[in-house]
């Protein structure tokens, strides 16, 4: 799928003959990258690998915590990090910018939202995940309402979400990027892409992939920071940005239409409730219901802040990730802008087959608003360091997601088909599982391109709010209502699927018009903005999983003990000790630290050593090491260890003194939040 695009340059001869040239270099204006930006590239490579394969040579791999939980020893500064770049993927890059460029800084609330809602994933949602002890969401709900078919439908349903917007829009992004920068082809980029992240995802668990995110963190921010000072000065600072972007008008426009003039609200934060593209209502509210999920419900999010050592540790990262959310509006919302306002023909562009040929969308190309900065502003060897940032942003979101989604593969749905499966089968399994994953968004990146006016971010949150909104009224009900049932949460689940998938195959099946075309859909994708959608499908799917629990038997308290926010101190029930008994044997605590050293790989490879049994081959070796295995037999614990190692993982205390850091952090962090939104609105 290679984009053509025909420029015809000032100074060009007038004799209608179109200079055609590749991607790359149309878009960057015929820069090539110099040698210091690929050795830049190569050595940002060498390094993420090097990190990738030392934290996985410490990981214990070999176990279900080891390889999903990191063996529950994370500390905040990690997590903080991971956090932050698991969200940031390069979707966000491009989709944030994008939607910057083409409507202005209330975008930019999306991220401003997320703090808020990283304080309630440390201090309301983990505190009662790890007295549970899970190690997936859906196994969260299987412990609270007894029910195979809700954790099932969680997992299928989360699944369905990380392919749909996650996965392929940050592959569809990076490779958007590659493509620009190298002029390679698009799908080229994504396989190169994909198999360096693969590679490390699978051989090293969820302690590899943290510390590679801590790193890239590092590299992402310092790089779009730099970028976002080149920017400016190149504008004139804020003063100048306000008064070129509201000039920023294509030369190419369409007759009798307003779609090539920057919006008049552009640079306030609180829109028409009615009339604005963001409305207020919805960014506040409607949003809060998306975010809930994104950052308290969601595997990917929610696993970090699970492989704390401490309840304390998990505060602090929640802390850490929400100063870190602050930034985006000012390094990549803005820059979208201030891409818009230097180069209004490309970033700008409304009509229809200007538009297909400058990037082979017709709805618009607000998508290659930071590339196209990138390209155009970044000198020799910053240049390359911007691409490995890019890289790194995709990689970390794309191996966090790997991650998570084979744990849930593997511990929800794999152990409900195969209840005699082994921890190495599980481990093989969710290894295959990634594999399976990226082909199928390979295949899903064309129809991103041509939805949702061109614009990624909106596609992104448009999916979100038909499918996750009964998720989070199912949790919140879940964590602070004892009184919900099994048959509610199910129906409720059922019932809000039904009309969020009603929505979404009407949004596409009628594509968004093009400059100058008219509207023909329906008034319910028209009129009804998806964040007003979201809102509403929460609160529906509230009031039936409520009535129906009503109306049925209510959950004896005791079977609640651990599952809830008013239950969370209660001491372990005998039942639930059980519980945790897998019907292999198979532990499902939220660890792997068995006893013999922690069950790690070399602990484990040596026990097999002395077992005296035949050396394996190279070969044998190398796939051992790649899933995770070791001759070792898996070893046993006593009821008493296991009642020790339980009583442990799922403590809540924190020492009074960080407790009270912790607090005094989060307040600060508030503090500066509400004055952001003050100052923007």
């Not at 878009?27 to 590239?41: K, M, N, R």
């Not at 009339?275 to 409607?286: K, Q, R």
């Not at 400059?515 to 039936?544: N, W």
């Not at 999983?545 to 005998?574: D, F, G, M, Q, Y």
């Amino acid at each position: 799928m290679s984009m053509e695009l025909a420029v015809m340059r000032p100074g060009a001869s007038g004799n209608g003959v179109r200079t055609v040239t590749a991607p790359g270099s149309a878009l960057g204006s015929g820069v090539t990258l110099h040698a210091y930006d690929i050795g830049v590239l190569v050595v940002y490579f060498a390094f993420v690998i090097g990190v990738g394969v030392w934290s996985s040579i410490r990981a214990s791999r070999g176990t279900i915590g080891g390889y999903f939980l990191a063996g529950r020893s994370m500390t905040w500064w990690p997590i903080g990090a991971s956090l932050m770049s698991s969200n940031v993927g390069s979707g966000l890059f491009i989709g944030l910018a994008g939607t910057g460029a083409a409507g202005g800084l209330a975008v930019g609330g999306f991220e401003w939202n997320a703090t808020w809602l990283l304080l309630a994933l440390g201090w309301i949602f983990v505190p009662v995940y790890i007295a549970a002890g899970v190690v997936t969401m859906p196994q969260y709900l299987k412990k609270r309402f007894g029910s195979q078919r809700i954790q099932v439908y969680m997992s299928v349903l989360s699944l369905i979400l990380y392919i749909f917007t996650k996965i392929s829009t940050d592959i569809f992004s990076g490779a958007l990027f590659i493509q620009m920068a190298l002029g390679w082809n698009l799908y080229l980029s994504t396989v190169i892409l994909l198999v360096v992240t693969a590679i490390y995802t699978i051989a090293g668990g969820l302690m590899a992939v943290i510390y590679t995110d801590a790193l890239q963190t590092v590299i992402m921010v310092g790089g779009a920071l730099v970028l976002m000072f080149l920017g400016f000065q190149e504008v004139g600072w804020y003063a100048g940005l306000e008064q070129q972007y509201r000039q920023a008008i294509p030369n190419v426009t369409v007759p009798n239409t307003t779609c090539h003039l920057p919006r008049p609200d552009a640079f306030h934060m609180f829109r028409d409730p009615v009339n604005g593209d963001i409305p207020w209502p919805g960014l506040i509210f409607g949003l809060t219901v998306l975010a809930t999920w994104c950052w308290c419900t969601d595997q990917v999010i929610v696993q970090r802040s699970l492989s704390a050592k401490s309840m304390s540790h998990a505060k602090g990262g929640s802390v850490l990730g929400g100063y870190l959310k602050i930034l985006p509006m000012f390094f990549i919302v803005m820059p979208g802008m201030i891409s818009r306002a230097l180069y209004p023909d490309e970033v700008g562009c409304v009509d229809p087959d200007t538009c297909q040929r400058i990037c082979g969308a017709r709805v618009g190309c607000s998508n290659i608003a930071y590339p196209k900065l990138v390209i155009a502003l970044m000198p020799v060897g910053l240049r390359g360091l911007m691409i490995a940032v890019i890289m790194a942003a995709l990689m970390s979101s794309l191996t966090s997601i790997f991650n998570s989604s084979s744990t849930l593969f593997a511990v929800d749905v794999w152990q409900r088909f195969r209840r005699k499966a082994t921890e190495q089968e599980l481990m093989v399994v969710g290894r295959v599982f990634v594999v399976f994953l990226v082909v199928v968004s390979i295949f899903w990146i064309p129809i991103i391109q041509s939805s949702n006016s061109g614009q990624l971010f909106d596609y992104i949150q448009s999916v979100t709010s038909y499918l996750a909104p009964p998720v989070t009224a199912l949790f919140l009900l879940a964590i602070f209502c004892k009184r919900v049932t099994e048959p509610g949460a199910f129906w409720g689940l059922m019932f809000g699927l039904a009309v969020g998938f009603l929505r979404m195959t009407l949004e596409f099946s009628y594509s968004a018009p093009a400059c100058g075309e008219v509207d023909q859909r329906p008034a319910v994708l028209k009129d009804f903005h998806y964040l007003y959608f979201a809102l509403l499908l929460c609160g529906l799917t509230a009031i039936v999983i409520v009535t129906v629990s009503l109306c049925t038997t209510p959950i004896p308290e005791e079977k609640l003990a651990r599952l809830t926010w008013w239950t969370r101190n209660h001491p372990h029930s005998e039942m639930d000790m059980e519980a945790h008994e897998g019907p292999s044997g198979v532990s499902e605590m939220p660890c792997g630290e068995y006893p013999a050293g922690g069950g790690g790989a070399e602990n484990s490879s040596q026990g097999w050593e002395q077992h005296g049994a035949p050396r394996r081959s190279w070969g044998k070796l190398l796939w051992g090491w790649c899933c995770g295995l070791s001759g070792a037999p898996e070893q046993g614990l006593t009821p008493a260890k296991k009642a020790a190692l339980e009583q442990k993982l799922t403590s809540i205390e924190e020492p009074p003194l960080w407790r009270s850091v912790c607090n005094i952090n989060a307040v600060l962090l508030l503090a500066i939040n509400v004055f952001l939104w003050g100052y923007f609105a």
